[in-house]
Nanobody, 119 residues
Framework: QVQLVESGGGLVQPGGSLRLSCAASGLVLSAFDMSWYRQAPGKERELVAG????????NYLDSVKGRFTISRDNAKSTVALQMNSLTSEATAVYYC????????????WGRGTQVPVSS
């Protein structure tokens, strides 16, 4: 059974940092391009950052470039999102997503971790 389990969320003050982690099981992580999405209250889910299966390429939402960093460790089956200089706009539930490199149909989601940014 494939599972993606996010952790590391929690209340953070504006300007602060947080590191999210996604632990994958039941799959070979190196076969999956991985991404972090977020969904703020009342808004649609949006792609925050993505990383190809061997980490050769990354992409970011324009508004987080230079502040967020996605990384992965295939040997440990984990994906991380380092978030710095957080603003209230980052308040959302953050989801880990994996898509098989051969087919976007083969995709998995975690249940999400909440990140409230507030003073």
């Amino acid at each position: 059974q494939v599972q993606l389990v996010e952790s590391g969320g929690g209340l953070v003050q504006p300007g602060g940092s947080l590191r999210l982690s996604c632990a994958a099981s039941g799959l070979v992580l190196s076969a999956f391009d991985m991404s972090w999405y977020r969904q703020a209250p009342g808004k649609e889910r949006e792609l925050v950052a993505g990383i190809t299966r061997f980490g050769n390429s990354t992409n970011y939402l324009d508004s987080v470039k230079g502040r967020f960093t996605i990384s992965r460790d295939n040997a440990k089956s984990t994906v991380a999102l380092q978030m710095n200089s957080l603003t209230s706009e980052a308040t959302a539930v953050y989801y880990c997503n994996g898509r098989h490199f051969t087919s976007r149909i083969i995709a998995y989601w975690g249940r999400g971790t909440q990140v409230p940014v507030s003073s």
